[in-house]
């Protein structure tokens, strides 16, 4: 058969010449950064006070461990009432039909709260978090929530999602970043159990900071945030964007977030994820493209639809002989392996089991790169100025004091 243009067949085709996007960096000093800065706009409704945040630390639990090196109290509702109160606690707390077992004891209810005094960390499986846990039933699970202030959450997201020993101007950046993330999710999410989880679903949360340079980035742009229109924009981000950022409208088909347009970027090159390479067999592909209602025995052919200018797919046609079907880029990386399929900026080549994916960056490419981040830094950058390259249709706002 004739196949359409742009199609790779699963056989064996001579291999491409493969050119990197970007080459290495010799020893001399990068020139200084001089870009614009993001300029100070107002918040439509600004927040009395410093929020909190409840962050899902652990969900569809049977069973958890939890203590407290220190006076705390444990509670349970509705309508809440004390059941402990103890210098030194350790728990062990699972779901049962009518509420919770604590320590072997039943408990009729549908929330726990764990409340340390004296700002004493709290100990999760091993790991200790700041503020206060909310325990509840979640199906025939527990959910285990992490409520405390914002800007303590901050430290524990910025300490996990961005090297402390980067750039103190890259790390701000970070913060803002996160902030602005944190607080969308707050405002969209108020009739929900929680509004972050701590996974790289929403941000990945290490709990407990202990490095000062990131509690000082943090500290340096208290209340911060990225605003458009005067309301709260979500701040996306991502590891590493391989050259070019992505449309937030274009990759989660957020059209109200059209604003959030993909820029080129010529400061990550030194990621180590600025180009990678993978090989896909012809089983794996059709295991992983496999759902209720559509078996994929077999692969014969990828086609890349509507590559945009940033290098990015909208969609992969997928030939299996005798059918063909078409797979969003998000649900393609997802099939395969975020962490295995890094980004939807890559080319495609045939090989002998299957295809080779030659890919660049790392992440969804909408918003900040953060190795880009890093590189601006590394020029003299200023946090502002990072934020205008990846967020130009922003303004930075005071959301609280």
């Given at each position: 058969m004739t196949w359409p243009q742009g199609v790779f067949r699963s056989r064996r085709l001579p291999i491409l010449l493969w050119i990197p996007l970007f080459a290495p960096m010799n020893g001399c000093r990068p020139p200084a950064y001089t870009g614009p800065s993001l300029r100070h706009g107002k918040i439509e409704r600004k927040l009395e006070a410093e929020p909190s945040v409840r962050v899902a630390v652990a969900r569809d639990r049977k069973q958890t461990d939890m203590g407290c090196a220190g006076p705390c109290e444990v509670w349970a509702g509705p309508p809440g009432r004390a059941l402990y109160e103890a210098k030194d606690l350790s728990l062990e707390l699972s779901v049962t039909e009518a509420g919770f077992t604590v320590n072997g004891r039943p408990v009729e209810g549908e929330w726990l709260a764990v409340r340390p005094r004296q700002g004493i960390p709290l100990r999760l499986n091993d790991k200790e978090y700041p503020g206060e846990m909310h325990v509840t039933r979640q199906g025939a699970g527990l959910t285990v929530v992490n409520v405390l202030p914002a800007e303590r959450y901050l430290g524990g997201v910025v300490a996990k999602e961005m090297r402390p020993s980067w750039p103190a101007e890259a790390l701000k950046a970070q913060a803002v970043a996160a902030r602005s993330y944190a607080m969308y999710q707050i405002r969209l999410r108020q009739d929900k159990p929680y509004d972050v989880v701590a996974t790289s679903r929403s941000q990945r949360y290490l709990?407990?900071?202990?490095?000062?340079?990131?509690?000082?980035?943090?500290?340096?742009?208290?209340?911060?945030?990225?605003?458009?229109?005067?309301?709260?924009?979500?701040g996306f981000y991502h590891s590493t964007c391989g050259g070019h950022t992505a449309n937030a409208a274009k990759v989660f088909a957020m059209k109200h977030l059209d604003f959030l347009q993909g820029v080129p970027c010529e400061f990550c090159e030194r990621?180590?994820?600025?180009?990678?390479?993978?090989?896909?067999?012809?089983?794996?592909?059709?295991?992983?493209?496999?759902?209720?209602?559509?078996?994929?025995?077999?692969?014969?052919?990828?086609?890349?639809?509507?590559?945009?200018?940033?290098?990015?797919f909208d969609k992969i046609r997928v030939f299996t002989g005798a059918d063909q079907f078409d797979v969003k880029a998000l649900h393609f990386r997802y099939a395969l392996g975020t962490y295995r399929l890094k980004s939807a900026r890559f080319q495609l080549e045939t090989a002998p089991v299957g295809f080779l994916i030659r890919g660049e960056g790392f992440g969804h490419g909408v918003g900040m790169c953060q190795y880009g981040a890093r590189g601006m830094a590394e020029r003299s950058a200023s946090f502002r100025q990072i934020l205008a390259k990846y967020y130009a249709k922003t303004e930075l706002a005071a959301l609280y004091d």
């Open positions: 709990g407990a900071s202990l490095d000062q340079r990131v509690d000082d980035a943090v500290a340096a742009t208290r209340g911060l945030v990225l605003a458009h229109d005067g309301r709260v924009v979500p990621s180590p994820y600025a180009t990678w390479t993978i090989e896909v067999t012809n089983e794996e592909l059709a295991e992983a493209l496999s759902k209720p209602g559509r078996p994929v025995s077999k692969v014969t052919a990828l086609q890349v639809l509507g590559r945009g200018e940033d290098g990015r």
